[in-house]
Nanobody, 123 residues
Framework: QVQLVESGGGLVQAGGSLRLSCAAS????????VGWFRQHSGKEREFVGG????????SFGDSVKGRFTISRDNAKNTVYLQMNSLKPEDTAVYYC????????????????WGQGTQVTVSS
């Protein structure tokens, strides 16, 4: 199985950018599709975006379309979430997850999860 570790979170002003990384160990990440989710305090986990095995296809939740992008570097066993034009409502804990169902927006379809990284956007 694969172990995932997110990094890159922090505090940023509204309108700013952050890049999150999801580094894998234990097994090659190219064997999995990867999704990014976020969880606001007291709410259910929300799909942010996903990327297929090769990186040729990505999908995003409506709230981040046009602002966030996802890429992967399979040679580095890492997936990235580039977040631009950040808003205070983007404040959440962000998780990456690995699974086998390309394009899925459902958290239950992802088998492996990282521990999460906090993103805080100040107004």
């Amino acid at each position: 199985q694969v172990q995932l570790v997110e990094s890159g979170g922090g505090l940023v002003q509204a309108g700013g950018s952050l890049r999150l990384s999801c580094a894998a160990s234990g097994r090659t990440l190219s064997s999995y599709v990867v999704g990014w989710f976020r969880q606001h305090s007291g709410k259910e986990r929300e799909f942010v975006g996903g990327i297929n095995w090769s990186g040729s296809s990505t999908s995003f939740g409506d709230s981040v379309k046009g602002r966030f992008t996802i890429s992967r570097d399979n040679a580095k066993n890492t997936v990235y979430l580039q977040m631009n034009s950040l808003k205070p409502e983007d404040t959440a804990v962000y998780y990456c997850a690995a699974g086998f169902k390309s394009g899925s927006t459902w958290a239950s379809t992802y088998s492996f999860w990282g521990q999460g990284t906090q993103v805080t956007v100040s107004s």
